[in-house]
């Protein structure tokens, strides 16, 4: 199959292109196919700019594609933050009285040990405390805070709160946007639900200067980061629906902005693409997988009802692998509550990961932070090998977990655990003995992310 994507201009005015992808539609894939065809139109005198939501994502796109082509000095590909830094507040930032060089980028002014930010605030407004209820209602708190970011730009020293605000006010000088506009050829933003409100109004002033070819790709049904609008030092304000940036997008005439949809799923069966399409926007996806498993519904919320039902299914389908969803975490504990009810009380020790963990690193002869420093481990990786060790042990209670444990790690992350043969010590010098013995896989949970 042979992808072609030029950048399409109506009156010799660029347009922007919204590409909407549902789950496993392979939408960077995608992006990453667009970008490949559009570098050979990139011009040397002009920039591609490719912004995605977090540093995982800019490697994965890195890595895509270094696959096919090499990467260029006028193709940008980072987060939105690094993205305004470099377009905005560098080159621009001077003009209306910040420092732009060098930067400081920082999360709250507090973490850089920054008291003379907080001093200033205090002397200019000093009996903050005291009448704060009678601030609140005049908006002087967030004077107070919006303030504090313009002494701290002064200084170089940006939030990301920052970086936002001040971009936006840049994005409001006609000539400034016209040097970006002239600078950046091509521009791709990946997650567009995921952007901030400020963000969207900075990519449609961009739009607006019509020297750019914008693509956004995102899905309406997958935004993750509405918390945002709480933490924001800003007063940055959570839209509402019809308002949220993409579907503002999705929303505007077809000539200003042509729609692309991938509906394609790669990743789900069948059975669990006509689910979602009963709930998603984009309601017409097809699964490549086509028809592998049966979904059952459990209306109860008794955990006996869910393990009988639960049992039953799983043995008239004969499953290997088996997984149950439920909507609340409350549920899934009073689950395995119940299915563990029967186990003796030391066994409860003996499944937990963290005893496999703990096993794992003290037997290294480092303490936590050593270890994952030396083997540049992330979390989750680790969380991988000790799931991984569970697993094996369940079928083959008598091996070694330090063999195990150096042979995931090789095989998942091609790294080499080296560990000692003395006695197994933790951070507090104790000598640890653990039996390991278990009975049922460990539930990965999401709520400490």
């Not at 799931?387 to 444990?405: S, T």
Request: with cysteine; hydrophobic share 35%; net charge positive.
């Amino acid at each position: 199959m042979i992808y072609i994507y030029i950048a399409i201009k109506i009156k010799d005015k660029m347009i922007m292109v919204l590409t909407l992808a549902g789950p496993g539609s392979g939408k960077t894939t995608d992006m990453v196919k667009q970008i490949i065809n559009n570098m050979e139109f990139l011009d040397m005198n002009r920039e591609m700019a490719i912004i995605t939501y977090t540093n995982a994502s800019v490697e994965d796109i890195k890595s895509k594609l270094m696959c096919d082509v090499s990467i260029s000095p006028n193709v940008f590909i980072g987060t939105i933050h690094s993205f305004l830094v470099r377009y905005f507040i560098k080159p621009y930032a001077v003009n209306i009285g910040y420092k732009s060089n060098p930067v400081m980028i920082v999360d709250e002014f507090s973490n850089a040990g920054l008291e003379w930010v907080e001093a200033w605030v205090k002397r200019k407004y000093p009996n903050s405390a005291r009448n704060e209820r009678k601030n609140r209602e005049k908006g002087m708190i967030q004077n107070r805070r919006n303030r504090a970011i313009q002494a701290a730009a002064k200084k170089g020293i940006y939030t990301y709160d920052g970086i936002i605000k001040i971009s936006r006010e840049l994005s409001g000088e006609k000539e400034i946007m016209q040097s970006v506009g002239n600078k950046l050829q091509f521009l791709y933003i990946d997650e567009y639900q995921d952007i901030s409100r400020y963000g969207h109004d900075i990519i449609l002033k961009i739009e607006k200067a019509r020297h750019t070819q914008i693509y956004v790709v995102g899905d309406p049904d997958q935004s993750i980061y509405r918390f945002r609008y709480g933490n924001s030092q800003i007063s940055e304000k959570a839209p509402a629906g019809t308002k949220q940036p993409l579907r503002e997008l999705m929303s505007m005439d077809d000539v200003k902005c042509p729609k692309r949809r991938l509906l394609v799923n790669y990743r789900s069966a069948e059975e669990i693409v006509s689910f979602i399409n009963q709930y998603a926007t984009l309601e017409d996806q097809k699964a490549e997988n086509g028809s592998v498993c049966k979904i059952q519904y459990i209306s109860s919320d008794k955990a006996e009802d869910i393990a009988a039902k639960f049992d039953k299914v799983c043995e008239i389908y004969q499953c290997e692998t088996k997984l149950i969803v439920a909507k609340n975490n409350d549920t899934l504990q009073k689950f395995c509550n119940f299915v563990l009810k029967g186990n003796v009380e030391e066994n409860k020790k003996l499944k937990d990961s963290k005893c496999i963990q703990d096993f794992i690193i003290s037997s290294s002869g480092l303490n936590y932070d050593a270890f994952m420093e030396a083997y540049d481990f992330s979390p989750f990786q680790l969380k991988k090998i000790v799931v991984g060790i569970r697993r094996i042990l369940r079928k083959n209670p008598q091996l070694d977990i330090l063999k195990i444990a150096a042979a995931l790690s090789k095989k998942l992350y091609g790294k080499k655990i080296a560990f000692s043969d003395s006695n197994y010590f933790d951070d507090k010098g104790k000598i640890q003995n653990y039996n390991f013995s278990f009975i049922d896989d460990e539930e990965i949970s999401d709520d400490k992310k």
